[in-house]
């Protein structure tokens, strides 16, 4: 029994000085005293929930006093008690210890999550989570699976309604911080060792980024007090602590950049967003690649770049004495130019800058080639050497196979007269995914945005030939199949796409793989009885079959998805996220939505990460391939009918075989 453990987890009496209700001022010390008194005698059956359930930790915790549990991210615990304050009893299953942890830190779990979650990876589980909760609401463009924009407007803590008779002290929350004085702080900033602090409002936060945002504040209500994060910001670079700083470095867009408590970009217009791209530190750097990749969703390159160039070229302020002057010249002009040069070398680089915009190119050398002196030329020249390297230079292609070098061509895999079985199935899996990665490579990052907003909208051609190639695999499946008039052939035709499949997901090739066994198990063929009853390889069909589960969001395929080396991922899922993303997050003109562009960048980036590692092709095995790709797919009618057909000849062939049967033979 847990009573074996003496861990009291009734309220506890608080020190005087710390004592604090919601609902009035501090008290006296006397009365604080009457208040712990009474907390040993007041029934908790209002305040607290006795039932045991499951949680996730969403976050690292770190405990501060004795009579609390630390735990990891990714970890599941059971909750034996809960209590309004915000803290919640836990301790780890067949754990010997209870203590109190925060209940913004964890996610409550179903029985069916929790024993699902069990069973992954523990480093997965948090992904794995999400994922299932992503894909758990239907996919509408009204039903949204998060809440309005969480972090985006301030959010109104709700204070715990505090039991009868007992003064129970009542950390800050976010929208206090202003109320709170210099005496307040001190007396929160006594108060540490005191447990059931609820921390974080696990209401009002209902997004996993407002949860990292409120779980990187300060403890104390010192915090209060102090600017956002003291980066080294210059004008044009945004300078949040403007009382210390010169007049002529402080930023000129400030009052139109909304940050969240960590200092990070939550909206603001595009002066402000490229000022804040200036900021010369390390922090600004994944800004700087979530900017690059998703501006083109409310500016053009154009504007950006005679942007950055007015900052290259930018003017010094009017009525500055010489060392103010000599001063800005050093600290503002100097790291304005370094900083536009860097967003120029990165956008490149890392950016596809000559494949999106090759007039940008132009314009970039001729920008380049004007900056004959000063400690920027070098610089200058490295970057024009890049854009020719890059301009002329191919990319050498590894091998086919993740894991090994290239196989030798057998020449009985050259096809005869477009026989398939001809051919062996390993060159039909290495040929399939040579041909679709060089559809995949050539999917841009722009149009995964544009394909959120309609899959029909102009610019979004490669993507939507890949997404395209995957039914007509699918056709070639089921066609190479229903068209074959043997049953032992038909069984052998099966069992061919069945290593084809096999070998796809040996080499990495999960979207040829996923529409292979699609065809497979589709019910023009699975109609098929007696096919089946000759087919050899079904239980490695029902093993790759397993991989198609959308449940948890397709999470098997965000799993393989994460390979290393040459890998065609499946990327339906992300399609959706994006779906999602762009459903929840709006602008409001003037100001840009940052927080969507942020997770715009996170899906976009799992859907190319794979684009800078290709296949090298074998040519005789391609040519059939790409014919066969070419033909314009069957209509559902037409393979319904042909399924049909084939499903009566079985059915005959079956009444000759049984009569048969019965005559002796």
Request: charged share 25%; net charge neutral.
């Amino acid at each position: 029994m847990r009573q074996s453990l003496h861990i009291r987890i009734d309220p506890s009496p608080y020190d005087s000085e710390v004592i604090i209700s919601p609902d009035s001022a501090s008290p006296s010390p006397e009365s604080s005293r009457l208040s712990a008194g009474t907390a040993r005698t007041t029934p908790t059956s209002s305040s607290s929930d006795q039932d045991e359930f499951s949680v996730l930790c969403m976050y690292d915790f770190r405990a501060a006093d004795l009579d609390q549990l630390s735990f990891r991210k990714n970890e599941i615990l059971l909750i034996v008690k809960r209590e309004n304050t915000g803290w919640w009893a836990a301790m780890r299953k067949g754990g010997d210890k209870i203590g109190w942890i925060p209940q913004a830190f964890v996610n409550p779990l179903t029985e069916e999550m929790a024993e699902s979650l069990a069973n992954v990876r523990e480093e997965l589980r948090l992904y794995e989570y999400r994922a299932e909760q992503l894909y758990s609401a239907p996919v509408s463009r009204n039903d949204y699976i998060f809440d309005s924009e969480p972090d985006l407007e301030p959010v109104q803590a709700r204070k715990p309604p505090a039991r009868p008779g007992i003064n129970k002290p009542t950390p800050p929350t976010p929208n206090e911080k202003d109320e709170v004085n210099a005496q307040d702080s001190s007396r929160f900033a006594r108060s540490s060792s005191v447990r059931r602090r609820p921390i974080i409002d696990i209401i009002g936060h209902t997004s996993p980024e407002a949860f990292d945002i409120a779980l990187r504040r300060p403890r104390t209500v010192d915090r209060a007090k102090k600017s956002l994060p003291s980066e080294d910001y210059s004008q044009p670079v945004l300078v949040l602590q403007a009382s210390s700083v010169p007049r002529y470095m402080q930023p000129r867009f400030a009052d139109q950049l909304d940050l969240d408590a960590d200092g990070q970009v939550r909206r603001g217009t595009p002066p402000a967003l490229i000022e804040r791209l200036m900021t010369p530190s390390l922090e600004n750097k994944h800004f700087q690649d979530v900017f690059l990749m998703t501006f083109r969703s409310f500016m053009s390159p154009d504007a950006l770049f005679d942007a950055l160039v007015e900052y290259y070229y930018l003017h010094e302020p009017e009525d500055l004495n010489v060392l103010e002057l000599e001063d800005w010249l050093e600290r503002v002009q100097g790291r304005t130019q370094r900083k536009v040069l860097e967003i120029f070398s990165d956008w490149l680089q890392a950016h596809r800058l000559l494949e999106q915009e090759p007039h940008i190119a132009g314009r970039l050398t001729d920008f380049l080639q004007s900056i004959t002196s000063g400690p920027n030329n070098k610089v200058s020249k490295l970057i024009q050497e890049r854009i020719k390297d890059l301009t002329f230079s191919i990319a050498s292609p590894i091998t086919v196979s993740p894991s090994s070098g290239p196989r030798k061509k057998k020449n009985n895999s050259k096809p005869q007269k477009g026989e398939l079985l001809k051919i062996e199935a390993v060159d039909i899996a290495e040929q399939l995914t040579v041909i679709l990665y060089d559809l995949y490579r050539k999917i841009l990052p722009h149009e995964c945005i544009t394909y959120a907003r309609s899959q029909k909208a102009p610019g979004v051609a490669n993507l939507r030939e890949f997404c395209a190639s995957h039914n007509k695999v699918s056709f070639w499946v089921q066609v190479s199949i229903l068209t074959i008039e043997t049953m032992k052939k038909r069984a052998e035709t099966v069992d061919y796409w069945i290593k084809v499949a096999e070998k796809c997901r040996a080499l990495n090739n999960f979207a040829s793989m996923s529409a292979i066994i699609t065809a497979l198990n589709s019910t023009v063929i699975t109609r098929l009885p007696l096919t089946w009853a000759h087919v050899s390889k079904k239980s490695i069909l029902d093993s790759l079959l397993r991989y198609n589960d959308p449940s948890g969001g397709f999470s098997a395929y965000r799993n393989l998805n994460n390979a290393d080396g040459p890998c065609l991922p499946f990327i339906v899922m992300y399609l959706t996220d994006l779906a999602h993303i762009q459903d929840q997050y709006n602008d409001s003109e003037p100001q840009i939505c940052f927080y969507k562009r942020k997770r715009f960048y996170e899906v976009i980036s799992a859907i190319l990460r794979h684009q800078k590692e290709p296949y090298v092709p074998l040519d005789d095995v391609a040519v059939f391939i790409r014919n066969q790709l070419q033909q314009d797919p069957p209509v559902d009618k037409w393979l319904w009918k042909k399924s049909e057909e084939v499903q009566q000849s079985e059915l005959a062939h079956a009444d000759i075989r049984r009569g048969l049967e019965k005559a002796g033979f």
